[in-house]
């Protein structure tokens, strides 16, 4: 780029290599893509995901052979960890009894080696306590069971009750 005696910068060469630096970065800005995932870790995205969708069976019985005998549920950021199968039953079986229908909408998964993240909406249509939760579950799978699932919330609606 020339410079002036004066050590300024000349106005057209600044412009013009400005503009190159410009379409260098624009071109250069294209979407990067993530690396595909390892066979272990899309049985890992395919576990959590089947997982989300039995509950829609709205029964424990399809529901807790996911979880590990040991597993480690929260179920959102301010709540404390209940332990295996029996206590995500006592967490969650009244959301189970009082809904009609219950959704797991996955928005968008991620996964790196045994941790699974799912951006969901859940809905659970109820006549008593009806529920939409947008939020982020983390999961740790560990031999093919989750080992360890927290929720935590974007945002929470609570529609009156019909």
Not at 17 to 22: E, P, Y
Not at 43 to 72: E, G, H, M, Q, Y
């Amino acid at each position: 780029m020339p410079i002036r005696s004066d050590s300024k910068l000349d106005r057209r060469s600044f412009v013009g290599a400005a503009g190159v630096g410009i379409a260098a970065a624009l071109g250069s800005t294209a979407r990067l893509s993530a690396a595909e995932l390892t066979a272990a870790e899309k049985a890992n995205v395919d576990l959590v995901t089947a997982f989300c969708a039995s509950w829609s069976t709205r029964d424990l019985t399809k529901i807790t052979p996911f979880l590990a005998s040991d597993s480690v549920y929260r179920m959102s950021e301010t709540t404390p960890p209940v332990i295996g199968p029996d206590g995500v039953r006592s967490r969650l079986e009244s959301w189970l009894e009082t809904s009609q229908q219950i959704e797991f909408k996955i928005l968008e998964t991620f996964a790196t080696g045994p941790i699974v993240i799912n951006h969901r909406i859940d809905r659970f249509v109820s006549t008593t306590r009806p529920l939409t939760w947008e939020g982020v579950g983390v999961f740790f799978v560990k031999d093919g069971k989750i080992k360890e699932w927290s929720d935590y919330t974007i945002r929470v609606e609570r529609p009156a009750a019909k």
